[in-house]
T-cell receptor, first 116, second 115 residues
Framework: AQTVTQSQPEMSVQEAETVTLSCTYD???????LFWYKQPPSRQMILVIR??????QNATENRFSVNFQKAAKSFSLKISDSQLGDTAMYFC?????????????FGDGTTLTVKP | GAVVSQHPSRVICKSGTSVKIECRSL??????MFWYRQFPKQSLMLMAT?????????EQGVEKDKFLINHASLTLSTLTVTSAHPEDSSFYIC???????????FGSGTRLTVV
């Protein structure tokens, strides 16, 4: 079974600065998908960014980018120019396509606080 | 984009009664719906997977008779908490895949309080 580890339960960053959230995973598969989801205080889960394992290029979405290191099984999220609205719990998730009924494995989450 | 509408957002019920939570996919067909339970500041705990037209698949340790899941159509999945007790109080979330490798769309969650 796949496991996803987020080793930073809580982090904080000053507004406008950059922060990196860590995620490692364990799998023997070569083809899979990785995601970062955001859960703000409203508790609505939102997809932030996705990465296909067979693509070497790191995904980016505006201020959000990932550092995907397949050999190291690492998938960190970088948030640039942090904004107060980025305050949320962030979950890293792994999904193996065509297996396990489409289930994703979620990490335990990192609570990020952006300070003014 | 794909939207999953979840209702109610909050519900308070008396111990021993049943509560139904609905998740509707508004602009796409959700053949699969995942149901989670989440405790404060913790991760999502998958309870069950519902598939349209077939029985739900429950995760180990989840009581099938307490958490009844029905996926009656391609746009509606429901979770009924039967004979609710205070320990069932929690935040329940549904999610549907939005395409292979494109992650999930989540409902907005239901905060259940059993008194």
């Amino acid at each position: 079974a796949q496991t996803v580890t987020q080793s930073q339960p809580e982090m904080s960053v000053q507004e406008a600065e950059t922060v990196t959230l860590s995620c490692t995973y364990d799998t023997s598969e070569s083809n899979y998908y990785l995601f970062w989801y955001k859960q703000p205080p409203s508790r609505q889960m939102i997809l932030v960014i996705r990465q296909e394992a067979y693509k070497q290029q790191n995904a980016t979405e505006n201020r959000f980018s990932v550092n995907f290191q397949k050999a190291a099984k690492s998938f960190s999220l970088k948030i640039s120019d942090s904004q107060l609205g980025d305050t949320a719990m962030y979950f890293c998730a792994f999904m193996k396509p065509y297996t396990n009924a489409g289930k994703s494995t979620f990490g335990d989450g990192t609570t990020l606080t952006v300070k003014p | 984009g794909a939207v999953v509408s979840q209702h109610p957002s909050r519900v308070i019920c008396k111990s021993g009664t049943s509560v139904k939570i609905e998740c509707r996919s508004l602009d796409f067909q959700a053949t699969t719906m995942f149901w989670y339970r989440q405790f404060p500041k913790q991760s999502l705990m998958l309870m069950a997977t519902s598939n349209e037209g077939s029985k739900a698949t429950y995760e180990q340790g989840v009581e099938k008779d307490k958490f009844l899941i029905n996926h009656a159509s391609l746009t509606l999945s429901t979770l009924t908490v039967t004979s609710a007790h205070p320990e069932d109080s929690s935040f329940y979330i549904c999610s549907a895949p939005t395409g292979l490798g494109y992650g999930y769309t989540f409902g907005s969650g239901t905060r259940l309080t059993v008194v």
